[in-house]
């Protein structure tokens, strides 16, 4: 049994799927939400005025901030015990920081959410979840 799960969160019904799985398969261990901020998602718009940028991470800091928020509620009301759950915003590329993360947050288990994919791409996992499960140094829990 893990002693201290991260769980990737970004506010889908995929990550919300993880954060019920682990409160119900792992109640006594240490939960870490972690959010992060891609910051290829501020595409061109956030450099075209000098505050752009900056407005741009505080709305996401701000949407992460209550992904969190919400998921820790969510992982707090599914679990018998009531241990503290963790929470964590970073920023960087998703899948390469989850993996950093799982590693500086001594994280033993990975739970993440794959994405709901139709036709040939449903066959594979989504790349976030994908290359977090190839390169992570503990086991990962992929939850559709």
Do not use: C
């Amino acid at each position: 049994m893990p002693r201290h799960v991260l769980v990737p969160v970004d506010g889908s019904p995929q990550s919300m799927h993880a954060l019920r799985f682990v409160a119900g398969e792992w109640a006594d261990a240490d939960v870490t939400l972690l959010y992060v901020i891609d910051p290829v998602q501020a595409g061109y718009s956030a450099g075209v005025l000098p505050t752009g940028s900056e407005d741009w991470y505080q709305e996401a800091k701000t949407e992460a901030e209550t992904t969190l928020e919400e998921g820790r509620d969510t992982v707090m009301s599914e679990r018998a015990s009531n241990d503290d759950v963790e929470t964590a915003i970073e920023v960087g590329r998703p899948a390469t920081t989850i993996v950093e993360q799982a590693r500086e947050r001594d994280a033993d288990h990975v739970v993440v959410g794959s994405h709901g994919r139709r036709g040939v791409s449903r066959l594979l996992l989504g790349s976030v979840a994908e290359h977090v499960a190839r390169r992570s140094p503990v086991p990962v829990t992929i939850v559709r």
